[in-house]
């Protein structure tokens, strides 16, 4: 069964920069475009940024671009989520996912809060 | 990227069937079949339901079914149970290379 295993959530202060990571397995890494979607507590889904499976390309949010930056590495089976500039608006569980067009698996999460 | 339109929540019997609409426009909805629904329970990550807009991923039951209509796409639950009771969410793929999510629904077992 696909596995897909975030990690790197933490408490940051306002303004300040964190690297979450997702680890994959079970399925053609390679073959697959991911994403991040991010969850507020208690409130919906926000679609965050994806990555192509070459890695060539990639496409954001408005309220993360120029902020957040995904990469993946084929020969690790890992994205990656850089979060600079970090606004106490980015606090959400922040899911990996793989998906051609739309996410379908999703991995379980890991919390950011941005507080100071 | 204004996100796709969905009641905030509906309600049905148990055994009735039950429609939720996900409402966008033709830059998403519109534009292509990339729309997928997610059920999501307190404390868990959202799970595929449908995907391009009427497929079921193998092991999702026949009472969930998608189907669209110009900018507006449905999920229908058929047969409605008490464990049906969570949030759906739709989204869609966009001209723009990205996707957008509804606003989610919250479905009420009564």
């Known amino acids: 069964e696909v596995q897909m295993v975030e990690s790197g959530g933490a408490v940051v202060q306002p303004g300040g920069s964190l690297r979450l990571s997702c680890a994959a397995s079970?399925?053609?890494?390679?073959?697959?475009?991911l994403h991040w979607v991010r969850q507020p507590p208690g409130k919906g889904l926000e679609w965050v940024s994806l990555?192509?499976?070459?890695?060539?390309?990639?496409y954001y949010a408005d309220s993360v671009r120029g902020r957040f930056t995904i990469s993946r590495d084929n020969s690790k089976n890992s994205l990656y989520l850089q979060m600079n500039s970090l606004r106490t608006e980015d606090t959400a569980f922040y899911y990996c996912a793989k998906g051609v067009t739309t996410p379908d698996y999703w991995g379980q999460g890991t919390l950011v809060t941005v507080s100071s | 990227q204004s996100a796709l339109t969905q009641p905030a929540s509906v309600s049905g019997s148990p055994g009735q069937s039950i429609t939720i609409s996900c409402t966008g426009t033709s830059s998403d909805v519109g534009a292509y079949n990339y729309v997928s629904w997610y059920q999501q329970f307190p404390g868990e990550a959202p799970r595929l339901m449908i995907y391009?807009?009427?497929n079921r991923p193998s092991g999702i039951s026949h009472r969930f079914s998608g189907s669209k209509s110009g900018y507006t796409a449905f999920l229908t639950i058929s047969g409605l149970q008490a464990d049906d009771e969570a949030h759906y969410y739709c989204s869609s793929y966009t001209i723009s290379n990205t996707v957008v999510f509804g606003g989610g629904s919250k479905l009420t077992v009564l």
């Open positions: 079970k399925f053609t890494f390679e073959s697959y475009t």
């Open positions: 391009e807009v009427s």
């Open positions: 990555i192509s499976w070459d890695g060539i390309s990639s």
